[in-house]
């Protein structure tokens, strides 16, 4: 099976030229897995000590403490050991686990997790916080809501509260409460596409991109609006679609652009590239810039974050 043409041709407009084509290879095969200690059940050395007693052999990925990748043929063996079931490790992609540490928020504080389901980024943050503070987790799909609340109470996770409700409707009610938000947006999921799975194209086309860059533009002011004064707000998705990266965010810095500044990041890792300065008509704040595409490689998925700050 093919990836879509007409996402082929766009991705050859999006992604620098030189790396076009080894990008498209990572379409072809299972990436590497990679997981995580879950800091709120385990630590670093003790997750590795009962990993080495079971007989796992994983690598450490240098760049973020407890962390790990194994070859995709082990996963099924690390999904059967104790630490699995015990909620004391997590499996999760790279890109994913960059956007809540980069948001980085702090015990004691006041979080928004605007399209949380399944969890795997809600964890990291509750682990970040220590448990403490007042962790909210927002998802409208109600099988999807559920995943989330048996993923919160398997992982040990107590200072989360969970809302079945749309996430474009929070600003209003909760306005300027949260001191971090985290907006991993629903989005065409074109970075997770695969050759070897149909499934994973079937529902994308150009005019659902843009039906779902509105739906961000929405659920980013919304974001807007719950933020306090000083607060943090992380933009993510893992679409390479401008329309639904750049675009939500011109949107939003259109109508706050006075009260917004975005933040520099920086990367452990050089398969990022800017963003786009300009797609069709549309040309882009410059302040957009300081966002990161992150783009795929054989262990990473493709990304796009950008971080936002409040002005008080
Ligand atoms: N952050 C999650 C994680 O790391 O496990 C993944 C989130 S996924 C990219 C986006 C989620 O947004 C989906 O679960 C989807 O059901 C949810 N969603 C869709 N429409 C939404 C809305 N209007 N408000 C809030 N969330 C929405």
Redesign the pocket.
Known sequence: MSLPEAFTERLEKIVPHERFAAILKTFDAPKQVTFRVNTLKSTPSELEAELSQGGIAFERVEWMEGVYRIAPEDKLRLTQTEAFYGGRLYIQNLS?MIAPVLLAPRPEETVL??????????LILAGMMQNTGWLSA????RE?FFRLCDNLKQQGVTNAHTYMT???SVGKKCPEMFERI?L????S?EARFKTYDEKSTSFWSVHKVKETSK?QRR?LLSAFDALKPGGKLLYS??SFSPEENESPLQHLLERHGERLKTLPLILPFDNVQKPLERWGKEVYDERIQNAVRILPTDTIDGFFICLLEKTS
């Open positions: 994913s997790d605007l399209a949380a389901a399944p969890g795997g980024k809600t927002v998802e409208p799909s999807r749309d996430g474009r985290l991993d947006a629903p989005c999921s739906l659920l998705t893992c």
